[in-house]
């Protein structure tokens, strides 16, 4: 059997318990590997998301603030059709969030913001602490709502940094990943054999982590990112080490 990747030394190997130990530790390796591997793709595919979320709810705030600019809506009505999307599209866009990054987001927030609480924000914002909506002249709510309808279509920069520096860092480890598996594919002696273990591998431990991910939010409820991420770690070595068994 050829060298993979992970072999030191001058690879004459032995008989008996080294291989065995060998074996082993390739298996704890590709294990590794696949969990890592795992936690990228994820990582990737949550700031995807993340970028939607901000293109869909940018254009749908540009959208209402023109409606109402030019008459076709009510300030107010502009406001609640506002929210209403934005909350939408935050539950429709975790729906597709890897379980790790949907119980991140449920922790900074469990639930799109409601009306009221929303009026009352951008008045004492607006206007001051201590504020109040229904105080307001008309030509004062009519800032608030549009303070609000704008307001929709910004995210978090806060969190958007921090899923840029996390699609990067995922994309690099994707890419290192990938470039492993070339290698033992190379240096394999049956190379056919051997890029289907890489990729069984792999795929086993990413859909193990994003099913341990899954099953660990429903025991510990919303908003459980650590929980949630040692599910997904278990889920996705447990899975790789059983596809591992059968090469």
């Known amino acids: ?52 979320y901000q293109r869909q709810i940018s254009e749908a705030a540009s959208a209402l603030e023109r409606a109402a600019r030019s008459g076709q809506l009510s300030w107010a009505q502009a406001a609640d059709e506002a929210i209403l999307l934005r909350n939408t599209t935050l539950e429709a866009l975790r729906g597709r969030t890897s379980p790790v990054g949907r119980a991140m987001a449920e922790q900074m927030k469990k639930y799109g913001l ?48 921090m899923m840029q520096r996390a699609s990067r860092f995922g994309r690099g480890l994707i890419v290192l990943s990938i470039g492993v598996s070339v290698y033992n594919i190379a240096v394999a002696d049956d190379p056919g054999a051997q890029a289907l273990q890489e990729g069984a591998v792999m795929g086993g431990g990413i859909a193990g982590g994003i099913a341990g991910g899954a099953a660990a939010g429903l025991v510990c409820g919303p908003g459980a990112p650590v929980c949630v991420g040692i599910g997904a770690f278990v889920g996705g070595a447990l899975a790789a080490f059983g596809v591992s068994l059968f090469f």
């Open 1 to 52: 059997m050829a060298d993979t990747f992970w072999t030191f030394g001058s690879g004459t190997g032995g008989t008996g318990s080294g291989q065995d130990d060998r074996s082993v530790f390739d298996r704890a390796i590709d294990v590794l590997r696949a969990d890592v591997t795992a936690a990228a793709a994820m990582a990737t595919n949550d700031a995807q998301v993340r970028l939607l």
């Open 114 to 161: 409601n009306r009221q609480t929303l009026l009352a924000r951008y008045t004492e914002l607006l206007f001051g602490a201590g504020a109040r909506f229904d105080r307001l002249s008309a030509a004062e709510q009519h800032r608030v709502y549009a303070e609000v309808v704008r307001a929709s279509g910004r995210s978090n920069p806060q969190v958007n940094a």
